[in-house]
């Protein structure tokens, strides 16, 4: 059973039913958790600058609040899946295809060819995605108001 991820953030402006939301911390929040990754620690490393997203607002969260950001149980491991398994199945189909037709030249294009085509339905996808509430990340609750 797949579990909702949450992370923490605050609210630094409103537009219409959407919130704008910097993130305070990194990864799924879990890090000291057993079983954690240590995500956190990598993003951190990586991405220094304050990530700020626009993320629908169901609760009425104002500027300065402390939110909850959801997201949905199985989208991440959805979108991992896309977009890392699609085009590594390509690439590998593509390359004995290749190898077959035209030895190590034909592996060479048949995995390019292969891991482009991959990544096709990836844009047929999201485009189904998109929209829709049940998958997106959201404000999931006010953890304190702001000041």
């Known amino acids: 059973m797949a579990v909702e991820s949450e992370q923490i953030g605050r609210v630094t402006g409103i537009e219409g039913e959407f919130a704008w939301v910097r993130i305070e911390g990194g990864g799924c929040g879990r890090c000291h958790e057993s079983g954690g990754c240590g995500g956190q620690h990598l993003t951190q490393m990586f991405c220094s600058t304050p990530r700020v997203y626009r993320l629908r607002n169901r609760v009425g969260a104002q500027p300065g609040d402390r939110v909850s950001i959801v997201l949905p149980a199985g989208l ?24 077959g037709v035209s030895g190590e030249a034909g592996a060479l294009l048949g995995g390019v060819a292969g891991c482009a085509c991959g990544f096709l339905p990836l844009g047929r996808r999201s485009a189904l995605w998109a929209g829709k509430i049940e998958a997106e990340p959201h404000i999931g609750e006010i953890k304190s108001s702001g000041g």
């Open 76 to 99: 991440l491991g959805r979108y991992a899946t896309l977009a890392y398994g699609l085009p590594l199945l390509g690439l590998l189909l593509g390359a004995l295809l290749g190898e």
